[in-house]
Nanobody
Framework: QVQLVESGGGLVQAGGSLRLSCAPS????????VAWFRQAPGKEREFVAG????????LYADSVKGRFNISRDYAKKTVYLQMNSLQSEDTAVYSC?????????????????WGQGTQVTVSS
């Protein structure tokens, strides 16, 4: 069973930074594009950022553009989400998702593998 495992969540003050990591665990399969989604209490899960297999194409939600940066390290098979200037509205469970296609998409349904999520809490 392929799993994606997130790490790096925690409690941070408004204006602070966190870096989330996403790496595969278990049976290795081809996971090309990767994205981060988040779900705040009482809200639907929403797309945050995505990165293509080559790393040359990235997507961001308008709400995080200019504050968050998605990147990948091929040697470590890890995708990172650097989150800066965090705001209380960024509080959510962040999950990474992977798909067997080279380009990322904003649609949840486009992803084949999901992690269980990591909690990010921003205190004001």
């Amino acid at each position: 069973q392929v799993q994606l495992v997130e790490s790096g969540g925690g409690l941070v003050q408004a204006g602070g930074s966190l870096r989330l990591s996403c790496a595969p665990s278990g049976r290795t399969v081809s996971v090309y594009a990767v994205a981060w989604f988040r779900q705040a209490p009482g809200k639907e899960r929403e797309f945050v950022a995505g990165i293509s297999w080559s790393g040359g194409n990235t997507l961001y939600a308008d709400s995080v553009k200019g504050r968050f940066n998605i990147s990948r390290d091929y040697a470590k098979k890890t995708v990172y989400l650097q989150m800066n200037s965090l705001q209380s509205e960024d509080t959510a469970v962040y999950s990474c998702a992977g798909r067997k296609v080279s380009t990322a998409t904003r649609a949840e349904s486009g992803y084949d593998y999901w992690g269980q999520g990591t909690q990010v809490t921003v205190s004001s």
